[in-house]
């Protein structure tokens, strides 16, 4: 940055493009400051008159032992950090910007002669008085303000994580917090049993290298729980020790009175595969709550994990005791999960019977939407898709009936299942059967052995299929068709090359139909776009 000076008692400071005079004599008058200058400091929030307060404070001039010494303000180059300068300004004054800003100091070149300067020092820290004298107007940019660095990029870091924001940018400027801050932005994140990414990259900048917690002041409980957590979903077997201390001292407060020390118990014991020792954990619950929709759906929960580890006898046991806490969807998931395992063993009988059973209890009309779901698919194995259609359509109505159905728990998937399912009925009863796409589009360029596209045929029974493609170098293939899980019939229609295609643009109409039945034809359009010669092909 070049002196900037003006005429008779001129100010010295930067952001103006012009040379100086020696034989003007020079004082540095913050009155006087150039708008440019006040343009530059606008961004951290200083006025003219607190830029006067702290230059008085912040001038420190080489060599000079008073920073009010004027002569040796105009003897040689004077430092002018502007971080001190901000910090110096009173509270009285109009400082609207952060303080403890990191600003780089600015260095205000002097006049090599100190007789061009006014003789004598000003006493008592004063400024001599300006004259009245308008600025000699120079023509310079607005000064190009550097990108935040380092230091607001990291003071952002925590607005950006509350905002969802996950990029690698992100959490490099993460690394860049203190450690005081890294605590106070996990411990007010929420404890998540089953994973929460930006949890365990706070905690990975606290921990040591070799994952042990740090030594200092004791540890508040939801970090040990963050710390925790962080251990188990690594399969690291510390987690125990911390978990079962924190238990000792009493479960973790957690509506509706899920025993959150338990969980995490239970992602360690999955981790590392065992899964009985996790069912295990989950039948714990009854030292540290009384909750009896937590009690049930644990048991649940440990059934399951009995059954992953081969424990069938221990899972049964498990199902057995869900009714006696009266909570509907708990009772209904283990009718679930029993007639389901019968289902898939081929057990209908066993499956239906179980199906039939009749409950009550909170929640117990939302569990019955997954049960009619379940009892379609019990119709389909049976062969009779007649009442699959039906029970799809009681799944359908039953979750349209309930005034706030639950959410996040699989119903939705279950409820567009039986939607496909009965939206490919009424297609079926307007034609004799469907296809996947109303058109087939080949590449522009095929090299040998190039797979074409292919075509899904859907009907409600077998049925003998012609077709006829007017394209040279293309003939038509059916595969044998098979029977779906929701009772349709199905085939694939395969295009196979049998010579060079013309070039495109062209488009050739495939008709299918039922053999005998030409008013049961439909078409597809066999399309090629234009060739365009790139550099690889024409290499």
């Not at 962080?230 to 690291?236: C, E, H, K, M, V």
């Not at 978990?243 to 981790?271: D, I, K």
Request: glycine share 8%; aromatic share 4%; proline share 10%.
């Amino acid at each position: 940055m070049k002196l900037a000076l003006l005429a008779g008692c001129a100010v010295a400071l930067p952001g103006l493009a012009r040379g100086y005079d020696p034989d003007v004599p020079i004082c540095y008058d913050p009155a006087g400051i150039p708008a440019a200058v006040a343009r530059a400091l606008h961004p951290v929030g200083l006025d003219q008159t607190s830029l006067a307060a702290g230059i008085r404070a912040a001038a420190a001039p080489v060599g000079a032992s008073r920073p009010a010494d004027l002569r040796a303000l105009g003897s040689g180059a004077v430092r002018l950090d502007l971080g001190a300068l901000i910090a110096a300004a009173p509270a009285a004054l109009s400082v609207t910007g952060p303080r403890s800003l990191a600003v780089p100091p600015v260095h205000l070149p002097g006049p090599t002669s100190p007789d061009s300067v006014a003789a004598g020092p000003v006493p008592g820290l004063t400024w001599p008085a300006p004259p009245k004298l308008q600025p000699i107007a120079v023509a310079a940019p607005a000064p190009v303000l550097p990108p935040p660095g380092a230091a607001l990029s990291a003071a952002l870091a925590p607005v950006r994580l509350q905002a969802g924001e996950d990029t690698p940018a992100l959490r490099a400027a993460l690394t860049s917090l203190p450690l005081a801050r890294v605590r106070q932005e996990l411990a007010r994140r929420r404890v998540q049993p089953w994973g929460d990414p930006w949890s365990d990259e706070l905690v990975s900048l606290l921990v040591a290298p070799d994952g042990s917690a740090p030594p200092g002041e004791p540890t508040p409980r939801s970090l040990a729980l963050h710390y925790a957590g962080w251990l188990a979903r690594r399969g690291d077997g510390r987690c125990v020790a911390v978990l079962e201390q924190l238990l000792r001292s009493g479960p973790t407060p957690r509506p509706p009175g899920a025993v959150l020390e338990l969980e995490l118990l239970v992602v360690y014991h999955r981790r590392v595969q065992r899964r009985a020792a996790a069912a295990e954990t989950w039948l714990r619950v009854g030292q540290y709550s009384r909750d009896a929709a937590t009690c049930a759906n644990y048991q649940i929960e440990a059934a399951r994990d009995y059954h992953a580890a081969g424990q069938s006898a221990a899972a049964d046991g498990c199902y057995a005791k869900v009714p006696q806490y009266g909570y509907g969807w708990a009772t209904g998931l283990a009718i679930f999960d029993q007639a389901q395992r019968l289902l898939a063993a081929g057990q209908l009988d066993a499956a239906d019977r179980l199906l039939q059973t009749r409950f009550s209890g909170r929640y117990a009309d939302q569990v019955e939407v997954a049960l009619e779901s379940l009892r379609a698919r019990l119709a389909t194995a049976r062969g009779d898709r007649a009442a699959a259609l039906a029970q799809h359509a009681r799944t359908v109505e039953r979750y349209r009936a309930l005034a706030q159905p639950l959410r996040g728990e699989g119903l939705e998937g279950l409820v567009a299942d039986a939607q496909a399912a009965l939206a490919q009925q009424a297609a079926l009863q307007q034609a004799a059967f469907t296809v996947s796409a109303d058109h087939l589009d080949l590449p522009a360029c095929l090299p040998p052995g190039a797979p074409l596209p292919t075509l899904t045929i859907t009907a409600a029974r077998p049925l003998a299929l012609q077709t006829d493609l007017p394209a040279a170098g293309l003939t038509v293939r059916l595969d044998h068709q098979w029977r779906t899980r929701d009772l349709t019939c199905q085939l694939t229609l395969h295009l196979d090359l049998c010579s060079p295609l013309p070039l495109g643009p062209w488009t050739a109409p495939l008709q299918i139909a039922v053999v005998g039945q030409p008013d049961t034809t439909q078409l597809v359009a066999v399309r090629r776009a234009a060739w365009r010669p790139t550099e690889e092909s024409v290499r």
